[in-house]
C-alpha cells in the first residue's frame, strides 16, 4: 500500500464577503448549519453515501436525508431520498442497492424506523420490514441476498392479528429487579426494558417486485446483541456482548461472538481482560482487529482504547498492536456540532493486503487517521493537521477513504482521499456560502505549567476584531467527562460567546483524555481537585497577557464540567459570574439517582453510606455557604445522566436559602444532550441564556430577565 499522509489547509471560499464586511456569528446561525454524517464509501471507491442534516426552524426539528457524492469530485453531490427522517445508509457488495432506514410519519408522529432498499439504478425505495419495534443498523452478506439488522421486537410479534381478539389491558406499572434501570435519552422517562433488548435479526432481498419475506431473528436470550457484522464467507454473524446479567457489579466488559447465519448457538471469537468495541474481520476472514480497553489492577477510571487482532480460530491470545503508543485509539473531541442525527463510523479497517489498519487516534486536541502494521505494531500518520476527523470508512482495497473533517472553524464537510494521489478533496460545500459571510477568529493554541510544572494545553479565542490594547470581559469554558478533550473542533458555543465580545479560554486539565493513560487517571479518587489548580493556572496565565479584565470573569461548562463550575465557585471568588450545565452537586445524591452505577471502585472507593466522609468532601453542596458568584443552572428536565436532583435543583435552593444571587433554567423534554442534539430553538435558547447571565453580571446589562434588581 502506498503512503497516505496529508495536511488539509483552509482556503479562501470563493465569493466570501471582505474581511472588513464580514459578521460575528450569532446563536441563530445553528439554524443555517448543515452537518454531515455516516460517511459511507461504495466498495469500488466511486461513490459516497452520507447523511445530511438540517434544521427546521418552523417545526423546530432536524431533517435527515440521505445524499451521494461522487469520489472523484467531478460532479456535485445530489439527494438520494426524499425522507425528513432517512440515515444510515450501506452499499450491497456489487454496488447496486442502498439499504438504509426510514421513520416515517403517521399523524404527525414519527414512526417506528424500518428497513429500506433503493435500487442505485433509479426508482423508489421500497420498506422491506414492518416490525412492530422497528428496525435498524442494516448490514449486507457479501453475497448481496440478506440483511442483518437489530430490533427489540419479539417474534411472536410478527404474528398476524385476529382483528375479533380483545386487546389486554397493558399495565403502565414498572417492575424494577435491576440497579440500572434508565438511559439518558430513552423515550418514556428514560425507562429502559430488560425484557426487550435488541437482538440481530435477518430478512431475505426481494427479487424483483417481489413481496418482502418474513424477517427471522437470529440471537435470542436476555443479553443483547450489539454490532453486528457479517463474516467475508457470509457464514456467520459477528457481533459484541456482555454476558452478565447485572454487569454492574463487574469492571466494564464485553466480548466478541459469531452466530451462524441461519442462527443457533453463538461462538465466543474473541475476548480480553477489558471490552471489546469496534471491530472489523480481515479480507481473509482468519484474524479480526478490535478496539478494545483494558482493566487496570487496581480498577482506573480512566483507561486509553487500544487495537488488538485476534485469530478468528481462537487460538492464541489477542495482540495489542498499540501497547506502547500512548494516545487515545478511535479517541475525538468535545464539541456542539457533531451532527445531531445520524451515525459516525470510525472503527478498524483493514487495507486489501491485511497487512495495515486504519484506525482513528485522538492526541493533544487533534483526532487524524493513523495506520498500523499489523506486524509490528508501528503506527505511522495518515492525516495530520488541527483538525477531527469525526467519522470515515473505506473502500475493498482500503486505499480510498471517505471521512468527515471539522476543524475549530469549519462545522464539518466530507472529504475523500486515494493512494494513487495522496490528495485530499472537499466534497461538500453546504456552508461555505453562509461562513463567507462569517468573521470566525482562530483560536491560540497555547501550552502552560500548573501548580505541580505537569504542561497543560489550552486555547485562547478572541473577540473578531480584537485589540490587544483594550480590556476584556473572560469566559473560562471546562469540558465535561471528565475524560474527555477540547481540540480543534468546531464549538459555536465558544464562537458565539467571542462574537459577543469576549475572550474565551478552554483548556484540558489532568483527566483529559488523548495524552496518555497516566494523564488520564490521574484524577481517580481525586475529582474535582488538582484539576481545579490546573484551570486557575490557565487563567492565571492569561491574564499576564494583559488584555482581561480580572473584575469581570466568568465560568460555564457542563456535565463534569458544571461539576467543576460548582467546584470553582466554592474554592474562590474570582469569577464574577458563573453557569452550570446539567451539573453534579451532590455526589451521593447522584450515585443513587443516575443512569449508570458507580459500584466499582472508579470514582469512589465505597458507597455513600460506607463512607459519607469521602461523597461530602467531594460535593459542591457541602460548601454552598462559601459561594458569592451568581450562578445560574441550565438543567434538561429528561436528563438522567446527571439527574436534576443531583446537580442544580438542590444547590439552587441551598443559594435561594442563603439569599445568593441565584437562577434555575429548565428545558422541558430535554436530556443530557441538550446543547450537542436538542431541539433546535432549545439549543439556541440556551446560549442566549448563558450568555445573558455573563452579559448581566460581568458587563452591567440587566435585561431584567433574571431579577437581579429584585433581589433582597
Known sequence: MKRLLFVVTVVALTGAASAADRRPITEMDLFTFVWIADPQIAPDGSGIAFIRVTADEKKDQYDTSIWLATADGSQPPRQLTSGTRDSSPRWSADGRFLAFVRSAEKDGRPQPPQIHLL???????????????????????????????????????????????????????KVISSAVYRANGVAGWGYTEPDRPSHIWTVAVPVGAGEPETPKRITSGRYPAANHRWSPDGSRIFFTSSQRAEPYYFPRDADLFAAPRDGGEPTRIASIDGTIGSYAPSPDGKRVAFVGALHGAPERSYTQADLFVANVAGDGAPRNLT??????????????????????????????????????????????????????????????????????????????????LSSATAVG??????????????LTTFNDELFGQLAIPEPEEIWYPSFDGRKIQGWILKPPSFDPAKKYPLILQIHGGPHAAYGSTFTHEFLWMAAKGYVVLYTNPRGSSNYGQDFGNIIQFKYPGDDFKDLMAGVDALLKRGYVDDAKMGVTGGSGGGLLTNWVVTQTTRFKAAVSQRDISDWSSFWYTADFTLFTPTWFRKAPFEDPAEFAQRSPITFAAKIQTPLMFILGDEDWRTPPAAGGEPLFRALKYLKRPTVMVRFPGENHDLSRSGKPWHRVERLQHIVGWFDTWLLGKDSGTYGKSERP
Open 323 to 404: 501497547a506502547a503508543y500512548d494516545f487515545d485509539i478511535d479517541g475525538g473531541l468535545a464539541g456542539d456540532q457533531r451532527a445531531p442525527r445520524g451515525q459516525h463510523p470510525a472503527g478498524p479497517s483493514w487495507t486489501g493486503d491485511g497487512r495495515s489498519l486504519l484506525i482513528k487516534a485522538g492526541r493533544q486536541g487533534e483526532t487524524n487517521l493513523a495506520r498500523v502494521d499489523v506486524d509490528s505494531g508501528r503506527v505511522e500518520p495518515v492525516t495530520q493537521g488541527n483538525h477531527e476527523v469525526m467519522s470515515y470508512t473505506a473502500d475493498a482495497s482500503g486505499q480510498k477513504l471517505a471521512f468527515v
Open 119 to 173: 435500487a442505485m439504478r433509479g426508482g423508489e425505495a421500497r420498506a422491506i420490514t414492518s416490525l412492530a419495534r422497528g428496525a435498524g443498523n442494516p448490514a449486507w452478506s457479501p453475497d448481496g441476498r440478506t440483511i442483518a439488522f437489530s430490533s427489540q421486537t419479539h417474534p411472536d410479534e410478527l404474528k398476524p392479528k385476529d382483528p375479533k381478539d380483545v386487546k389486554p389491558r397493558e399495565t403502565d406499572v
Open 413 to 426: 464537510d466530507l472529504h475523500a482521499i486515494d493512494g494513487a494521489s495522496a490528495t485530499p478533496r472537499k
